[in-house]
């Protein structure tokens, strides 16, 4: 069985709403841009709630080959801001869990859609779950 994600256009967990093909996060009825880095780590940790999502597997996903940057400040930098736009502090996680030197998994419950909606990798891309 395909995980949850997969399924879905719109994300919900606890009082937040991902909208995945916009990138908007809305937060009990507040709309917020996620930056394009954010929603793209928030979106591979989304796509195997649960499943530890190695880091190299995030950088392969946000940086194409070639491309010359501090992966590992930016990806920190990234985790760092979207733990910010979710209020999920690194000593407190309520959805982001960090595992030291290997990856992060999503560890908040997802909201059952109501009605069918298409493939979470046909909008975002390829799955980065760690198996």
């Not at 880095?37 to 709630?49: D, G, K, N, S």
């Not at 736009?85 to 690194?90: E, H, I, Q, W, Y």
């Not at 959805?95 to 909201?111: K, N, Q, S, W």
Request: proline residues 8%; contains cysteine.
């Amino acid at each position: 069985m395909p995980p949850l994600v997969e399924s879905r256009q719109q994300v919900q967990f606890a009082e937040f709403k991902l909208d995945l093909r916009t990138g908007e996060l809305w937060n009990n009825g507040e709309k917020h841009l996620l930056p394009f880095r954010c929603f793209q780590i928030l979106t591979a940790l989304l796509e195997c709630p649960g499943e530890m999502v190695t880091r190299d597997a995030l950088v392969k996903r946000l940086w194409a080959s070639g491309v010359f940057v501090d992966f590992e400040g930016s990806l920190n930098k990234g985790i760092e801001r979207l733990r910010e736009a979710l209020n999920d502090p690194a000593d407190r996680h309520r959805f982001i869990e960090t595992l030291p030197h290997r990856g992060y998994r999503f560890i908040a419950p997802l909201v059952t859609p109501s009605k069918p909606q298409p493939a979470i990798t046909a909008l975002v891309g390829k799955k980065v779950c760690a198996y």
